[in-house]
Protein backbone atom coordinates (compact mmCIF):
# COMPACT_ATOMS: atom_id res chain seq x y z
CA UNK A 1 0.00 0.00 0.00
CA UNK A 2 1.17 3.30 -0.89
CA UNK A 3 0.32 6.24 1.17
CA UNK A 4 0.39 9.69 -0.42
CA UNK A 5 1.81 12.69 0.63
CA UNK A 6 -0.93 13.89 1.89
CA UNK A 7 -3.07 10.90 2.88
CA UNK A 8 -4.66 11.11 6.30
CA UNK A 9 -6.08 8.23 8.35
CA UNK A 10 -9.48 8.56 6.55
CA UNK A 11 -8.40 8.60 3.63
CA UNK A 12 -6.27 5.15 4.32
CA UNK A 13 -9.50 4.22 6.35
CA UNK A 14 -11.39 4.56 2.90
CA UNK A 15 -8.64 2.58 0.79
CA UNK A 16 -9.24 -0.15 2.93
CA UNK A 17 -12.80 -0.41 2.99
CA UNK A 18 -13.01 -0.56 -0.45
CA UNK A 19 -9.98 -3.11 -0.85
CA UNK A 20 -11.98 -5.29 1.27
CA UNK A 21 -15.11 -4.92 -0.61
CA UNK A 22 -13.69 -5.64 -3.79
CA UNK A 23 -11.87 -8.46 -2.20
CA UNK A 24 -15.05 -9.52 -0.62
CA UNK A 25 -13.23 -10.50 2.76
CA UNK A 26 -15.19 -11.51 5.94
CA UNK A 27 -14.65 -10.40 9.58
CA UNK A 28 -16.55 -12.33 11.97
CA UNK A 29 -17.41 -8.56 13.24
CA UNK A 30 -19.02 -7.70 9.76
CA UNK A 31 -18.01 -5.26 7.02
CA UNK A 32 -20.38 -2.20 8.05
CA UNK A 33 -18.71 -0.40 10.77
CA UNK A 34 -16.20 1.99 9.46
CA UNK A 35 -14.64 2.39 12.96
CA UNK A 36 -12.93 -1.14 12.52
CA UNK A 37 -11.72 0.08 8.88
CA UNK A 38 -10.16 3.55 10.87
CA UNK A 39 -8.57 1.57 13.47
CA UNK A 40 -6.84 -0.46 11.16
CA UNK A 41 -6.01 2.45 9.25
CA UNK A 42 -4.54 4.28 12.75
CA UNK A 43 -2.26 0.74 12.93
CA UNK A 44 -0.87 1.41 9.39
CA UNK A 45 -0.10 4.41 10.12
CA UNK A 46 1.50 4.02 12.93
CA UNK A 47 3.55 1.17 11.60
CA UNK A 48 4.78 2.94 8.10
CA UNK A 49 5.67 5.90 11.01
CA UNK A 50 7.39 3.22 13.44
CA UNK A 51 9.13 1.91 10.08
CA UNK A 52 10.27 4.56 8.14
CA UNK A 53 10.06 7.80 10.60
CA UNK A 54 11.98 9.79 7.46
CA UNK A 55 9.72 9.68 4.91
CA UNK A 56 6.67 10.40 7.78
CA UNK A 57 8.96 13.71 8.58
CA UNK A 58 9.61 14.24 5.26
CA UNK A 59 5.36 14.26 4.12
CA UNK A 60 4.98 16.28 7.40
CA UNK A 61 7.06 18.78 6.12
CA UNK A 62 5.94 18.43 2.62
CA UNK A 63 2.60 19.30 3.81
CA UNK A 64 3.91 22.39 6.04
CA UNK A 65 4.95 23.87 2.97
CA UNK A 66 2.08 23.44 0.63
CA UNK A 67 0.07 26.56 -0.49
CA UNK A 68 -2.64 26.89 -3.21
CA UNK A 69 -1.95 30.08 -5.47
CA UNK A 70 -5.58 30.75 -7.35
CA UNK A 71 -4.38 33.62 -9.20
CA UNK A 72 -4.31 31.96 -12.73
CA UNK A 73 -6.31 28.68 -14.39
CA UNK A 74 -3.08 27.03 -15.22
CA UNK A 75 -1.09 27.07 -11.86
CA UNK A 76 -2.28 23.92 -8.98
CA UNK A 77 -0.63 24.06 -5.45
CA UNK A 78 2.65 25.48 -5.28
CA UNK A 79 6.02 24.68 -3.25
CA UNK A 80 7.80 27.01 -1.12
CA UNK A 81 11.03 25.88 0.82
Known amino acids: MMIPYSGTVYGIANTV ?11 PWGTD ?3 HYFF ?3 KIKESVD ?3 PT ?3 IMNYLNSKK ?3 DDSLFRNCLWYS
Open 33 to 35: SFK
Open 17 to 27: KDYVAKEKIEF
Open 50 to 52: NVC
Open 67 to 69: TCN
Open 40 to 42: LAT
Open 55 to 57: ASK
